[in-house]
T-cell receptor, first 114, second 111 residues
Framework: EPEVTQTPSHQVTQMGQEVILRCVPI?????FYWYRQILGQKVEFLVS????????KSEIFDDQFSVERPDGSNFTLKIRSTKLEDSAMYFC????????????FGDGTRLSIL | GEDVEQSLFLSVREGDSSVINCTYT??????LYWYKQEPGAGLQLLTY?????DMKQDQRLTVLLNKKDKHLSLRIADTQTGDSAIYFC???????????FGGGTRLMVKP
């Protein structure tokens, strides 16, 4: 069964550095998403992406964050000037269409900011 | 804003049925989802139900939706030790593509 794949599985970064989290969505899917889960808290929506642009974003997704689909397969989340509170599990998801199709999630990238 | 709530913990014996409950506040929810998360793994889509349905059955899983009370439940029949995991309820609506998640219910299955 097709899967969403995320790399790396664990990223350790010094505070203030930039990180790029990578995702390969399911190949025929058109909508892409990033969520995060801070330890002990709920899974929170960050951003959705369709047709090479952001379709929706949450209050969390400020100027520190950006997303890109640099080629036909990858979908990336860039976090600039990382802070301690950016430490979380980041999940990528994709769906065939939008709100009427289920979102399939990857295994996540655990981001640890030191 | 939207809110989704779940109880934190459920313990059952192997072979019993498990019922995991969820309440939500957004009356415009169109789809409601159940995801399973095993230790160290991602969110595995288990099942989902459209808001105009009140029940969906898929093998050992039964989803019940009470739209009037905004209550969703997941019943797992003949619960196995491999069902031990965290189960997340999530709701989505036509206003956008984001899912709103509950905090997850940790299911422990005792042999």
């Amino acid at each position: 069964e097709p899967e969403v794949t995320q790399t790396p599985s664990h990223q350790v970064t010094q505070m203030g550095q930039e990180v790029i989290l990578r995702c390969v969505p399911i190949s025929n899917h058109l909508y892409f998403y990033w969520y995060r889960q801070i330890l002990g808290q709920k899974v929170e929506f960050l951003v959705s992406f369709y047709n090479n642009e952001i379709s929706e974003k949450s209050e969390i997704f400020d100027d520190q964050f950006s997303v890109e689909r640099p080629d036909g397969s990858n979908f990336t989340l860039k976090i600039r000037s990382t802070k301690l509170e950016d430490s979380a599990m980041y999940f990528c998801a994709s769906s065939e269409q939008g709100s009427d199709q289920p979102q399939h999630f990857g295994d996540g990238t655990r981001l640890s900011i030191l | 804003g939207e809110d989704v709530e779940q109880s934190l913990f459920l313990s059952v014996r192997e072979g019993d049925s498990s019922v995991i409950n969820c309440t939500y506040t957004d009356s415009s929810s169109t789809y409601l989802y159940w995801y399973k998360q095993e230790p160290g793994a991602g969110l595995q889509l288990l099942t989902y139900i459209f808001s105009n349905m009140d029940m969906k059955q898929d093998q050992r899983l039964t989803v019940l939706l009470n739209k009037k009370d905004k209550h969703l439940s997941l019943r797992i029949a003949d619960t196995q030790t491999g069902d031990s995991a965290i189960y997340f309820c999530a709701e989505g609506n036509n206003a956008g593509n984001m899912l709103t998640f509950g905090g997850g219910t940790r299911l422990m299955v005792k042999p």
